[in-house]
């Protein structure tokens, strides 16, 4: 070998190992590079756990929350039972409550005592005691049917229709079979007061009242009702733009409950 050959042998070899510490500072630089992902990734994984779960409950919640507002009975739903609930019962010292006696009594049924029901003899030393039992009557539906008189003015030709106190309606013909004014107040207050659903409300009024209707009926009563009371709520409205000072009363009725027996 001549001292020329030598020469490229040796710039060969410094090439060669030159080339080799880059590619180890490269590959210690992409060794960095892949831990930092590497940790980058973990804490991305974390909160994608956490948004997942965040997600989770977030959907738990929306299903509740759907599902209370189909429950109609329910205005107060609890969401999860206490692990140790209190006793039930009133706490001590809540004074007694009990029904006053009626101050009138609508008849009245003489209870004889018979004989003894072991010896079959007659008995002696009997006094008479007094018990009350308030009940609702049987109620029956009372159908009232308005002969209403429908004229012509010989003057003007107007239609001039005759209307009792009593009517709340002035159909006429197939659409002249109308619910009276006691079932829509008692179907108003089982729907906004107890939570009834308008089918519920149907089915009640026909099991104690034999009264046949549909849920439309009360439907549409609530949107004429609802109509008829937009003037005072505009006023009602109107009222408290001029107030200095509004709140409501969030107080839930247990609350109202225990605030009343305080005082």
Avoid: W
């Amino acid at each position: 070998m001549d001292a020329s050959e030598s020469n490229l042998s040796r710039s060969n070899c410094r090439r060669l190992r030159g080339e080799l510490e880059s590619l180890r500072t490269t590959v210690e630089r992409i060794h960095m590079q892949v831990a930092e992902l590497r940790q980058q990734n973990n804490k991305l994984q974390q909160q994608n756990n956490k948004l997942q779960s965040e997600i989770d409950r977030l959907k738990k919640e929306r299903e509740e929350t759907e599902k209370n507002s189909k429950r109609q009975t329910t205005r107060f739903p609890r969401r999860q039972r206490k692990t140790e609930p209190k006793k039930p019962g009133r706490k001590k010292g809540t004074p007694a409550t009990h029904r006053d006696r009626p101050a009138k009594v609508d008849r009245e049924i003489d209870v004889a005592v018979g004989n003894c029901p072991d010896c079959c003899c007659a008995l002696e030393n009997i006094e008479v005691h007094r018990q009350f039992q308030t009940d609702l009557p049987p109620v029956t539906p009372v159908t009232t049917q308005f002969n209403v008189q429908v004229g012509t003015c010989p003057h003007c030709g107007k239609r001039v229709q005759g209307r009792h106190p009593e009517q709340i309606s002035d159909a006429l013909g197939a659409a002249g079979n109308v619910i009276g004014p006691n079932a829509q107040t008692m179907a108003a207050g089982l729907k906004h007061h107890a939570g009834l659903s308008y089918a519920k409300i149907t089915n009640f009024l026909f099991d104690y009242f034999q009264l046949k209707t549909v849920p439309s009926t009360f439907v549409r009563a609530g949107q004429r009702l609802a109509k008829r009371a937009e003037p005072t709520f505009e006023l009602l409205k109107s009222q408290l733009r001029l107030e200095h000072v509004v709140h409501a009363d969030e107080t839930a009725i247990g609350g109202r409950n225990r605030l009343a027996n305080r005082q």
